[in-house]
Nanobody, 125 residues
Framework: QVQLVESGGGLVQAGGSLRVSCVASGRTFSSNTMGWFRQAPGKEREFVSSINWNGGSLYADSVKGRFTVFRDYGKNAVYLQMNSLKPEDTAVYFC???????????????????WGQGTQVTVSS
Protein backbone atom coordinates (compact mmCIF):
# COMPACT_ATOMS: atom_id res chain seq x y z
CA GLN A 1 0.00 0.00 0.00
CA VAL A 2 1.44 3.32 -1.08
CA GLN A 3 1.47 6.07 1.52
CA LEU A 4 2.68 9.65 1.47
CA VAL A 5 3.07 11.12 4.94
CA GLU A 6 3.68 14.83 5.45
CA SER A 7 5.19 16.37 8.54
CA GLY A 8 6.81 19.57 9.71
CA GLY A 9 3.87 21.91 9.64
CA GLY A 10 3.23 24.31 12.47
CA LEU A 11 2.77 27.90 13.55
CA VAL A 12 5.33 30.50 12.52
CA GLN A 13 5.45 34.28 12.48
CA ALA A 14 5.43 36.22 9.25
CA GLY A 15 8.93 36.43 7.84
CA GLY A 16 9.91 33.14 9.40
CA SER A 17 10.83 29.80 7.88
CA LEU A 18 9.49 26.29 7.97
CA ARG A 19 10.34 23.05 6.23
CA VAL A 20 7.68 20.47 5.46
CA SER A 21 8.58 16.90 4.61
CA CYS A 22 6.91 14.07 2.77
CA VAL A 23 8.08 10.50 3.09
CA ALA A 24 6.74 7.83 0.76
CA SER A 25 6.36 4.17 1.55
CA GLY A 26 5.08 1.15 -0.33
CA ARG A 27 6.80 2.19 -3.55
CA THR A 28 9.92 4.02 -4.67
CA PHE A 29 9.32 7.37 -6.34
CA SER A 30 12.89 8.19 -7.37
CA SER A 31 11.82 8.05 -11.04
CA ASN A 32 8.60 9.99 -10.56
CA THR A 33 7.60 13.62 -10.30
CA MET A 34 6.50 14.74 -6.86
CA GLY A 35 4.67 17.89 -6.00
CA TRP A 36 3.30 20.15 -3.29
CA PHE A 37 -0.15 21.70 -3.25
CA ARG A 38 -1.97 23.70 -0.62
CA GLN A 39 -5.50 24.54 0.35
CA ALA A 40 -6.54 27.45 2.50
CA PRO A 41 -9.92 27.55 4.29
CA GLY A 42 -12.69 28.35 1.85
CA LYS A 43 -10.37 28.25 -1.15
CA GLU A 44 -9.58 25.82 -3.94
CA ARG A 45 -6.50 23.63 -3.73
CA GLU A 46 -3.62 25.31 -5.52
CA PHE A 47 -0.29 24.28 -6.91
CA VAL A 48 2.84 25.24 -4.98
CA SER A 49 5.80 23.36 -6.44
CA SER A 50 6.83 20.27 -8.35
CA ILE A 51 10.11 18.41 -8.85
CA ASN A 52 10.76 15.78 -11.47
CA TRP A 53 12.88 12.65 -11.37
CA ASN A 54 15.97 14.58 -12.50
CA GLY A 55 15.61 17.47 -10.07
CA GLY A 56 13.95 19.88 -12.47
CA SER A 57 11.54 22.08 -10.55
CA LEU A 58 8.51 24.27 -11.06
CA TYR A 59 7.03 26.90 -8.74
CA ALA A 60 3.87 28.91 -8.47
CA ASP A 61 4.51 32.61 -9.02
CA SER A 62 3.30 33.36 -5.50
CA VAL A 63 6.12 31.36 -3.90
CA LYS A 64 8.92 31.76 -6.44
CA GLY A 65 12.08 33.01 -4.76
CA ARG A 66 10.81 32.12 -1.28
CA PHE A 67 10.20 28.37 -1.44
CA THR A 68 12.60 25.64 -2.51
CA VAL A 69 11.66 22.05 -3.31
CA PHE A 70 14.21 19.26 -3.08
CA ARG A 71 14.26 15.54 -2.65
CA ASP A 72 16.25 12.83 -0.92
CA TYR A 73 16.24 9.78 -3.19
CA GLY A 74 17.69 7.54 -0.51
CA LYS A 75 14.86 8.38 1.88
CA ASN A 76 12.17 8.35 -0.82
CA ALA A 77 11.26 11.81 0.37
CA VAL A 78 10.53 15.30 -0.90
CA TYR A 79 10.83 18.53 1.06
CA LEU A 80 9.59 22.07 0.79
CA GLN A 81 11.72 24.74 2.40
CA MET A 82 9.61 27.83 2.97
CA ASN A 83 11.28 31.14 3.75
CA SER A 84 9.94 34.67 4.17
CA LEU A 85 6.56 33.24 5.01
CA LYS A 86 3.47 35.43 4.71
CA PRO A 87 0.04 35.11 6.33
CA GLU A 88 -1.37 34.23 2.91
CA ASP A 89 0.79 31.09 2.92
CA THR A 90 -1.44 29.70 5.66
CA ALA A 91 -2.95 26.46 4.38
CA VAL A 92 -2.90 22.70 4.60
CA TYR A 93 0.05 21.53 2.52
CA PHE A 94 -0.31 18.29 0.58
CA CYS A 95 2.34 16.12 -0.97
CA UNK A 96 1.56 14.28 -4.20
CA UNK A 97 3.30 11.91 -6.61
CA UNK A 98 2.81 11.07 -10.25
CA UNK A 99 2.44 7.47 -11.29
CA UNK A 100 4.20 7.90 -14.65
CA UNK A 101 7.94 7.28 -14.73
CA UNK A 102 10.30 10.00 -15.99
CA UNK A 103 7.49 12.51 -16.38
CA UNK A 104 7.79 16.27 -16.26
CA UNK A 105 7.13 18.49 -13.29
CA UNK A 106 3.61 19.82 -13.57
CA UNK A 107 1.17 22.10 -11.81
CA UNK A 108 -1.83 20.02 -12.89
CA UNK A 109 -3.32 18.29 -9.83
CA UNK A 110 -5.08 15.72 -12.01
CA UNK A 111 -1.67 14.42 -13.16
CA UNK A 112 -0.88 13.24 -9.62
CA UNK A 113 -2.05 9.79 -8.64
CA UNK A 114 -0.97 9.58 -5.00
CA TRP A 115 -1.73 12.10 -2.25
CA GLY A 116 -0.85 12.56 1.38
CA GLN A 117 -3.19 13.66 4.16
CA GLY A 118 -1.66 17.09 4.53
CA THR A 119 0.07 19.12 7.21
CA GLN A 120 -1.16 22.45 8.55
CA VAL A 121 1.01 25.53 8.13
CA THR A 122 -0.13 28.68 9.89
CA VAL A 123 1.63 32.00 9.48
CA SER A 124 0.71 34.70 11.97
CA SER A 125 0.98 38.40 11.18
Amino acid sequence: QVQLVESGGGLVQAGGSLRVSCVASGRTFSSNTMGWFRQAPGKEREFVSSINWNGGSLYADSVKGRFTVFRDYGKNAVYLQMNSLKPEDTAVYFCAARDTYFSDATSEALEYHYWGQGTQVTVSS
